[in-house]
């Protein structure tokens, strides 16, 4: 099926009269230039979008690490906050385990005067105490006295100790806790160099990709302005062989059928099959290879790749007609730019390159340009 993508400056070779065969021979040799120059042209073009595409791709990724930076970094100053609360918790019990150590000290030194007391007096003391109570009662009491105080300097030393142990063991878990924040804030320090260390090369690379896309660019205006030249040159010479008067002779209509061995219409003109534009030829169905044939006498303009075609032929008839002849593979083009053709004579192979869904020829008629596009006419009359 025909595509769109017929180049302004094609249309600029298209549009111009007959020339001498020096002349000729120029024009072919600059649009020879032109198409090469026109196919790097095109290969830088993409190449700039592929650059262009991974910048932005390598672009997201810097984004991407940076945002992750950014959350390990919050990460870190949230373990650094609870690493100083922490500290000033475990500074607060070591001061409390301090006055506690102290406390159960003392209570341990009176306990162990008492006991020394007992030792050195043995139990005189304790029955000189009961024995010089003046009556049962007051014995009693006395007794119960002694009994007291042995309790509360026991319970005493026991409730000390037992502190002493509660602040040992919040003193050990904040201990734990700490060395937990700190392995965190460890790995998570680790992780940020590691994020910046990608970022930095995700940077360099950016940079390089950058500067190739700088000089692809660079290239893309240089082989524009070459373009531009030889388009120029083009005109040039084709406005020079225009005032030779070289005419071409024509047959009178109808031109001859463009593939003799089939008349199978696959689209036809006006033709829309899903397209948003109409079909601006006739799609003729043949086996790969089958002769194609000039539809009238005339002088080849254009022979070779084409955005769409594949590969195409361009014939210049009398009164400026052109016959355009697409989709056939490079090997299937037969004859060159500036060559004169013959009614019948065979000009191409049957192909299938391009934009297209089968062997067949896309067979155009037109007039001229209008906006770099082709101008067509409904082949049918005049095959």
């Known amino acids: 099926m025909q595509r769109r993508g017929v180049s302004a400056v094609l249309a600029g070779v298209l549009l111009t009269g007959m020339a001498l065969p020096v002349a000729q021979a120029n024009v072919a040799d600059s649009q020879r230039q032109l198409q090469e120059i026109q196919a790097k042209h095109k290969n830088t073009a993409a190449q700039i979008q592929q650059l262009r595409s991974r910048a932005v791709t390598i672009e997201e990724q810097i984004q991407q690490l940076q945002n992750q930076v950014q959350q390990t970094q919050q990460q870190i100053s949230d373990l650094q906050g609870q690493l100083q609360s922490l500290n000033a918790q475990i500074a607060d019990t070591e001061q409390k385990l301090t006055a506690a150590e102290e406390q159960l000290q003392i209570r341990q030194d009176l306990l162990n005067q008492r006991l020394r007391a007992m030792y050195e007096d043995g139990t005189v003391s304790y029955l000189e105490v009961l024995l ?24 005493l030393l026991e409730d000390t100790k037992k502190k002493r142990d509660q602040v040992q063991a919040l003193k050990a878990q904040l201990e734990a806790e700490r060395q937990q924040q700190q392995a965190a804030l460890a790995r998570m320090s680790d992780t940020k160099r590691q994020l910046e260390a990608q ?6 690379q950016l940079s390089q990709v950058q500067q190739a896309k700088q000089q692809q660019e660079q290239q893309y205006a240089q082989e524009q302005a070459a373009m531009d030249s030889l388009s120029a040159a083009i005109q040039a010479q084709l406005a020079a062989m225009q005032q030779s008067n070289v005419v071409v002779e024509g047959t009178s209509h109808p031109w001859l059928w463009p593939v003799p061995s089939s008349h199978t219409i696959t689209s036809d003109y006006g033709d829309t099959g899903g ?23 005339g002088v080849v303009v254009y022979a070779g790749p084409a955005s769409g075609f594949g590969h ?4 210049r008839h009398a009164n400026g007609l052109m ?37 067949h020829l896309h067979f155009s008629v037109i007039t001229g340009f209008s906006g770099g ?9 005049y095959i």
Not at 138 to 150: E, G, Q
Not at 312 to 315: G, K, Q, S
Request: hydrophobic letters at 35%.
């Open 132 to 155: 010089s109570s003046t009556s049962f009662s007051d014995f009693v009491d006395r007794l119960y006295a002694l009994k007291t105080i042995a309790e509360q300097d026991k319970k």
């Open 199 to 204: 970022k930095q090369m995700q940077q360099e």
């Open 275 to 297: 397209r948003s534009v109409p079909h601006n030829g006739v799609d003729i169905g043949a086996p790969l290879g089958s002769p194609i044939v000039a539809v009238d006498d």
């Open 312 to 315: 195409w032929i361009v014939i």
């Open 323 to 359: 016959s355009v002849y697409g989709h056939m593979y490079a090997s299937g083009v037969l004859v060159a730019p500036g060559q004169q053709v013959k009614r019948g004579q065979v000009i191409g192979l049957v192909g299938s390159d391009g934009e297209s869904t089968g062997p």
């Open 373 to 381: 596009r082709m101008v067509t006419v409904n082949p049918h009359g």
